[in-house]
């Protein structure tokens, strides 16, 4: 994996058509807060530690089809770019500004009350495994980011990293549009 | 009066018009906020700071150790920025406090959070308020 998770701008049609998926160029604080809001009545519940094991397991096979996977898909969520140094932890300084977004708008009355799932996805460059084990400390270190930054209740957020395991673009799993990070809803804190 | 004495109570005097003026002045969105960090220091952080995160106060710490080689806008933008996070997050923390009036009066019945504020937000004479400033200040307007 190369320097980013990306958002690129082909595979957004397809991923459009999941409940309250946001498209996140020129994205705004409020624009967030109303495509995270919008949570559907019967929201799977999500198993993390469950889905961990089965990205592991897969390393270099793909999640997509997988059924615990699948349940992702029909939760309020948005894509976002977030740049690191090359194959390190560290958040590029031009990102600082799409990691403050989120926390203006996880800190939102609307969404202060959900838990939320950091999702790290990288390309196809690279070995399977490291882009597994990359993705999640990427998507730990945007958490960390957002509850010692800026303050958001560590109990409200989650991340996992799937590696290159679900490509948006799976015709061109090197393509830079499958560096993404997807920020997903999980539903009220209990 | 002593030049001393003068000086003191006009550091004084500074001192409390820089509180009540930050108490007066509009917060700013996380947003904004790392971006002056990125802007002013994404220069310094690179050459100083590799491989080191945002979270945990790294990045200021880092800055820190290198206050002698970090160029002057960026250590004055680091406590700024701080400064800037620490006031919205504060904002934020006292809505509650500061608009428990105004939801009784206007609001009472409403049920959720996101609701009370989108009240809250349509009733005219909170605006003017107290309430509708810790609105402001929260940066959910």
């Known amino acids: 994996m190369k320097r980013s998770f990306r958002l690129g701008t082909m595979f957004a049609a397809g991923l459009l058509l999941a409940p309250g998926h946001s498209f996140s160029q020129e994205l705004s604080s409020p624009q967030v807060v109303r495509t995270l809001d919008r949570l559907e009545g019967a929201a799977p519940a999500i198993d993390i530690a469950l889905l961990m094991e089965e990205a592991a397991a897969s390393a270099g096979k793909g999640v997509a089809a997988l059924p615990d996977w699948q349940k992702l898909s029909k939760l309020s969520q948005l894509i976002v770019e977030i740049d690191f140094e090359n194959d390190s932890i560290a958040i590029e300084p031009k990102s600082y500004r799409t990691v403050g977004m989120i926390a203006d708008a996880l800190h939102h009355p609307n969404l202060r009350r959900y838990k939320f799932l950091v999702v790290g996805h990288t390309s196809s460059t690279g070995d399977a495994k490291h882009n597994l084990n990359l993705s999640q400390k990427r998507a730990n270190a945007i958490t960390e980011a957002l509850s010692t930054t800026f303050a958001v209740a560590p109990d409200r957020l989650f991340a996992i990293g799937v590696g290159e395991e679900w490509p948006v673009d799976p015709a061109n799993p090197q393509a830079a549009d499958n560096r993404r990070v997807q920020l997903v809803n999980l539903g009220l804190v209990k | ?141």
């Open chain 2, 1 to 141: 009066m002593s030049t001393r004495t003068r000086l003191v109570i006009g550091g004084v005097l500074v001192a409390f018009l820089a509180m009540t003026g930050a108490a007066r002045a509009d917060t700013i969105s996380f947003a904004d906020a790392v971006s002056t960090l990125a802007t002013d220091c994404g220069t310094d952080i690179k050459k100083f700071c590799k491989g080191l995160n945002l979270g945990n106060g790294r990045i200021q710490n880092c800055l820190e150790e290198h206050a002698g080689k970090v160029s002057p806008t960026c250590t004055a933008t680091l406590s700024s920025v701080s400064a800037s996070i620490k006031q919205r997050l504060a904002a934020q923390s006292s809505f509650t406090a500061i608009c428990r009036h105004d939801v009784a009066q206007f609001c009472s019945g409403v049920k959720g959070e996101g609701n009370v504020l989108s009240c809250l937000n349509k009733a005219k004479r909170v605006k003017e308020g107290q309430c509708g400033q810790a609105i402001t200040d929260a940066g959910w307007r």
